[in-house]
């Protein structure tokens, strides 16, 4: 085929030749040197005056260019018509390099959200990480004083801690002597300058905040933690701290500090396994056991310290339970229990009070309800409550900074009356407040710090008009 085109593009040269020239071209006759007849056919140039070399390479040249550049175009068009061109085939092409295009970039927006996805994963599980290893280092640095056991701490006299006063003072029968010591609880003390024996009368003030600890992780933002007002048994005592952090589904782990400067390092002396998960911060501590409220249930658990088992269980009859009549703050808060001088009780509401406080005073051993009061303030618009001496005493607010003990009821004479004691939450978020009549304070669990405030009783004037 090549060779039929350049066939073609020489018989268009001799036309073109011919056309151009065909009155200047001239046949001439005439002898070489050696005698012989010599045909000479001439065309002249229509553009050169005269010949640039006398032996036509330069014509030569010119026609061979010509037929490089015919060449060039024929196989242009020769791969241009072979393939599919043309703006048909060219729009064709660029819609599919735009799907293809499109597809890619749906592909890597997908990809990059699920490395999102991916990353805070990542980041909830290197947080959950750094706190385990935070309680597991504290748990590894605590000073391992004593083991208790059924029947009492064992001790080992060759190994004991730097830490315990009698390894300096070389005394073997140190700690036999300090589990056999006995404190009179100040409840029991005749306060200065009063003949009430009881030391009980009205709340006339709360003092200021004292912080002993601050929680670490998010599970302290709010929980329990008390001292057994009327400890039993020799393995704990009134100055054992006791603490549950109630953020979570299954709030199981009660932990024990054998003072408060080991609670104030943070450094447990025993952890106990509770057998059925808390609700909330209503739990108390009383002569030797936990009460506490079983999630999601009106139950009442008492579990005592000493045997670390249940010992009994009983439903509140009526109470409202898993947020039907919570405080103002919420946090399933439907079932509060309290010990103060008089016993133990139960802080809640029924259907049948339509949300107002109701006030149970309980067995201590069995958990029966022993006698009810129902008030006239109702729950949810109280942070919360506390007893002293058989009286309520209700919180008006959880986040004020500066806010007020706003009711008291008195259970002795069934009123109650308005009242307008300061109190002060000084980190905003007070989710607990119990008190303990042997140190005459009240404990409070204010946005992850664990506070107490000292409290003066008196007495305190009542209107005649006030009444539940």
């Known amino acids: 085929m090549w060779f039929q085109v350049s066939i073609l593009c020489l018989s268009c040269l001799s036309l073109v030749t011919e056309s151009h020239g065909e009155d200047q071209a001239a046949l001439n006759l005439s002898n070489d040197h050696n005698g012989r007849c010599q045909y000479t056919f001439t ?26 550049l015919l060449e060039a175009l024929v196989s242009r068009l020769i791969a241009g018509k072979e393939g599919d061109g043309g703006p048909r085939a060219e729009a064709d092409g660029e819609g599919d390099l735009r799907l293809a295009f499109s597809q890619v970039t749906a592909e890597r927006n997908q990809l990059q959200q699920e490395k999102e996805r991916l990353s ?13 290893s935070q309680e597991a280092e504290t748990l590894r640095k605590k000073p391992c004083l004593q083991t208790l056991t059924a029947e009492g701490p064992q001790h080992d006299n060759n190994k004991r801690p730097a830490s315990d006063p009698a390894y300096s003072l070389g005394n073997g029968a140190y700690q036999e002597m300090k589990a056999e010591v006995t404190e009179v609880p100040a409840s029991h003390l005749i306060p200065e300058g009063s003949n009430n024996v009881t030391g009980c009368g009205d709340l006339l003030s709360v003092g200021d905040p004292v912080l002993h600890k601050k929680a670490d992780g998010i599970n302290g933002k709010y929980g329990v933690w008390l001292q057994d007002p009327e400890p039993k048994g020799p393995h704990f005592t009134n100055k054992t701290v006791w603490r549950i952090d109630t953020v979570g589904k299954d709030i199981r782990q009660l932990f024990a500090y054998e003072d408060m400067d080991q609670f104030t390092r943070g450094f447990p002396l025993k952890v106990l396994v509770l057998p059925e998960p808390v609700e909330s911060t209503g739990a108390t501590l009383y002569r030797g056991s936990l009460y ?38 919420g946090g399933y808060t439907d079932i509060d229990l309290a010990a103060d001088e008089q016993g133990l ?31 006239n303030i109702r729950k949810i618009t109280v942070a919360n409550a506390f007893m002293v001496c058989g009286r309520l005493y209700t919180v008006a607010s959880y986040t004020a900074p500066n806010t007020t003990i706003n009711y008291i ?20 978020y007070n989710s607990m407040v119990d008190y303990n009549h042997a140190q005459k304070k009240l404990y409070a669990w204010d946005n992850f710090h664990m506070v107490t405030y000292d409290i003066r009783l008196g007495r305190l004037s009542r209107s005649s008009s006030s009444s539940s």
Not at 43 to 51: G, L, R
Not at 56 to 67: A, D, F, I, N, T
Request: contains cysteine; hydrophobic residues 35%.
């Open 409 to 428: 009821f008195d259970t002795a004479t069934g009123v109650g009356q308005a009242v307008s004691v300061p109190f002060k939450n000084k980190y905003r």
């Open 345 to 375: 009780w139960a802080i809640y509401s029924t259907s049948k009070a339509k949300g107002a406080i109701v006030i149970s005073q309980l067995d201590p051993e069995s958990l029966e309800v022993k006698k009810s009061w129902e008030t």
């Open 43 to 68: 065309v002249a140039s229509p553009k050169e005056i005269t010949c640039p070399g006398n032996n036509g390479k330069s014509e030569m040249e010119g026609v061979l260019s010509r037929l490089t």
């Open 120 to 132: 805070l994963q990542i980041q909830e599980l290197q947080r959950s990480v750094a706190e385990l």
């Open 292 to 329: 506490y409220q079983r999630r999601r249930s009106r139950t009442l658990m008492r579990y005592d310290l000493a045997s670390e088992s249940l010992a009994s269980r009983l439903d509140l009859p009526h109470a409202g339970f898993h947020g039907q009549y919570p405080y103002s703050w």
